[in-house]
């Protein structure tokens, strides 16, 4: 199909999509606005993929989870090597292995690659996995012979591929696959392209196999001035790499950050008060999960390392942006809580705090069970296991 002149990417989209609905070319999910369009002709167009030679030498590939690409996460799975999907997104990490039961016949494979599958056969790929991904694979609502791409707008495909390359899991090498209708495939702007937008290598239609020969380079990390608050309010594993790539000195200023969030201003967060609690070996190590009195507004933080202090955990905290009203350090037993005003601060601080690392230690981070007045342990209500008095003292 032709394009209007004067495009913008969103007229694109917009053209694809209306084009799509209006011949009668997709598949349920309908409408395809604002999707990655399910087209007909999917399963066929992915026949391709296990054909390509980077397909035959990968071990491990990242395919999207997105509908028309459920075939090639079957092929993957079939040829026994390692699928990796990303979560959707990125609510509770970067991506899942796939883990079919074993004896796994075909179509027990087939139902592994469904979105439901996904859910069913996952396991997290956490940040310190050092896993190497040979192959990329995402969807795409337009992109060009040239290799340009176009996504539905969201820009989750180029920010995966952004913190994959963070982690060391793929290259400038690495190649990337996309799979669309014969009429996805269009001349795109190079005018429109910016730095983080990821290119393709291969594009995979129900009738051809396009080599793009792509040299424009790939995104070589997280471009964080191009991140929004917002949007790492969202994705709690990107303020874990932020906090990485701050400590080894990148900068990582956000799109629309206040200036005293990075401590460049004069504003600073108010000091954290440390509530240093004796051990009583006779209280309970477990930590996570809700009592009878409701959500809990404490989390637990495990596996400090035995060299911590508690000031390195409360610079972390500062850094990560979940800074508590109070913090109880326990570090000869390994552990602290930090005590939020309310159990939706305490539920946004888990899942930021997922993945921190404290020296050579990931941390273990839970919401913590609370206690009923009067049980027989003696606590006060409404403190968290472990407990007992002590005094304050400040930051």
Known sequence: MELKTGVSKQDIREQIWDYMESQNLADFPRPVHHRIPNFKGASHAAEHFPRLQAFRMARTIKVNPDAPQTNARFFVLDSKKTLLVPTPRLRTGLFNKITPPPGATKDILRKCATSQGVRNYSTPVGLDSRVLVDLVVVGSVAVSEKGWRIGKGEGYADLE?????????????????????????????????????????????????????????????????????????????????????????????????????????????????????????????????????????????????????????????????????????????????????????????????????????????????????????????????????????DL
């Open 161 to 393: 591929y952004a913190m994959m390359v963070s982690m060391g899991a793929v290259s400038q090498g690495t190649p990337v696959v996309t799979i669309v209708h014969d009429c996805q495939v269009i001349d795109i702007p190079e005018a429109l392209l910016e730095d983080h937008d990821l290119t393709v290598d291969y594009i995979l239609t129900p009738t051809r196999v396009i080599a793009t020969g792509c040299e424009r380079p790939k995104p070589t990390g997280i471009l964080w001035c191009k991140i929004s608050c917002e949007v790492m309010g969202k994705i709690p594993i990107l303020r874990s790499l932020r906090y990485r790539e701050r400590q080894a000195g990148k900068d990582v200023s956000l799109q629309d950050e206040p200036r005293h969030l990075l401590g460049t201003g004069s504003q600073q967060p108010p000091p954290l008060s440390t509530v240093r609690r004796p051990q009583d070996p006779h209280q309970p190590e477990s930590c996570s999960g809700q009592g009878e009195d409701g959500p809990s507004n404490t989390v637990y933080i495990g596996n400090l390392p035995r060299d911590a202090r508690v000031s390195e955990l409360k610079k972390a905290l500062r850094e990560l942006g979940a800074v508590p009203q109070r913090l109880t350090w326990q570090g000869p037993k390994r552990r602290a809580f930090l005590h939020y005003k309310a159990p939706t601060s305490a539920q946004q601080a888990v899942s930021c705090l997922q993945g921190l690392r404290l020296g050579a230690a990931t941390l273990k981070v839970a919401l913590a069970r609370q206690q009923k007045a009067g049980d027989e342990t003696g606590s006060r209500a409404d403190e968290p296991y472990p407990d007992c008095h002590s005094a304050v003292s």
